[in-house]
């Protein structure tokens, strides 16, 4: 059975940091390239960030967050990361962790996208 499960969202104030994890399972996690989405109240879901397929040697982002989010993977425990610093109010959203079509060099369109997590709940205020 094919899932993503996305843990680590909260409540916190600007400026702070947090750290995202999801794990996967069921699938061949290391061929596929992983994303994070992430949608606010009224808004489309958008791109965030993604890292490669295999070892994760390469990473892109959304404007927004360069700096400041850093995505990573460990294929050996099937999880990919999103560790998020100087949090600002922008960033509240609904986090949703994905699974590209495998071998896609670094997808940043929804519909390359497969497997998706049910999301966690990213907010930011003071």
């Known amino acids: 059975q094919v899932y993503l499960a996305e843990s680590g969202g909260g409540l916190v104030q600007p400026g702070d940091s947090l750290n995202l994890s999801c794990v996967a399972s069921?699938?061949?996690?290391?061929?596929?390239?992983m994303g994070w989405f992430r949608q606010a109240p009224g808004k489309e879901r958008e791109f965030v960030a993604v890292?490669?397929?295999?070892?994760?040697?390469?990473?892109a982002y959304t404007d927004s967050v360069k700096g400041r989010f850093t995505i990573s993977r460990d294929n050996a425990k099937k999880t990919v990361y999103l560790q998020m610093h100087s949090l600002k109010p922008e960033d509240t959203a609904v986090y949703s962790c994905?699974?590209?079509?495998?071998?896609?060099?670094?997808?940043?369109?929804?519909?390359?996208?497969?497997?998706w997590g049910k999301g966690t709940q990213v907010t930011v205020s003071s």
């Open positions: 994905t699974a590209a079509t495998r071998y896609l060099h670094l997808p940043k369109v929804q519909n390359e996208y497969v497997y």
């Open positions: 069921g699938w061949n996690f290391d061929s596929h390239p």
């Open positions: 890292v490669s397929w295999g070892v994760g040697a390469h990473t």
